[in-house]
């Protein structure tokens, strides 16, 4: 069994466009995150999350929108897709909100916005 | 903020030889410090991390890193390389003030000739 899925791993929409992308872990983990790979494979979060709390990377723009509707899911809701979102997108999950946990990664979600 | 570098882009050896890939963190107060490795087209994979206790970390296939306080330092290394090593590897240090997502380094691409 996959330990953090998501889908869908390609996302081709046009600009303007709403689009969701899911996650799901089934570790048991407490906190989830989501990450954000770019052209030049940067990595950088974009938020961490467990049934707690909610932290927000200042600079992610307030089109995108993490939804928990139970603790093994953190979907990812974008509005107004725009060109520079482009990018892929890693969901990830760690036992417990501290700082030696591992994190477990998905696969990623390529989003390509035309 | 807690941050991890990695000066070199690319690391460049030859089957069999031994490897490392350098990265140097900047964080205050304890470091907890991760390597991790990103094939083609897939997600991130955890190798090792570093929390406390040795300063040499054993991790999967067949890696390992050395913990050096003095030169803030963190480099991955393996006794012999295989040409499926070849990657890009990322080194990560957890940043308290994100709810203890990973801050990454820019990755260094391993390449292992026959």
């Known amino acids: 069994d996959t330990a953090v899925s998501q889908t869908p791993k390609y996302l081709v929409t046009q600009m303007g466009n709403d689009k969701s992308i899911k996650c799901e872990q089934n570790?048991?983990?407490?906190?989830m995150y989501w990450y954000k790979q770019d052209s030049k494979k940067f990595l950088k979060i974009m938020f961490s999350?467990?049934?707690?709390?909610?932290?927000i990377n200042e600079t992610v723009p307030n089109r995108f929108s993490p939804k928990s509707p139970d603790k093994a899911h953190l979907n990812l809701h974008i509005n107004s897709l725009e060109l520079g979102d482009s990018a892929v997108y890693f969901c990830?999950?760690?036992?417990?909100?501290?700082?030696?946990?591992?994190?477990?990664f998905g696969p990623g979600t390529r989003l390509t916005v035309l | 903020a807690q941050s991890v570098a990695q000066p070199e882009d690319q690391v460049n050896v030859a089957e069999g030889n031994p490897l490392t890939v350098k990265c140097t963190y900047s964080v205050s107060g304890n470091p907890y410090l991760f390597w991790y490795v990103q094939y083609p087209n897939r997600g991130l994979q955890f190798l090792l991390k570093y929390i406390t206790g040795d300063n040499l970390v054993k991790g999967s296939y067949g890696f390992e890193a050395e913990f050096n306080k003095s030169q803030t330092s963190f480099h991955l290394k393996k006794p012999s390389a295989l040409v499926s090593d070849s990657a890009l590897y990322f080194c990560a240090v957890r940043d308290s003030n994100s709810g203890y997502a990973l801050n990454f380094g820019k990755g260094t691409s391993l390449l292992v000739t026959p």
């Open positions: 999350y467990n049934n707690k709390e909610l932290i």
């Open positions: 990830a999950s760690s036992q417990v909100k501290g700082p030696t946990d591992t994190q477990y």
């Open positions: 570790l048991g983990h407490d906190t």
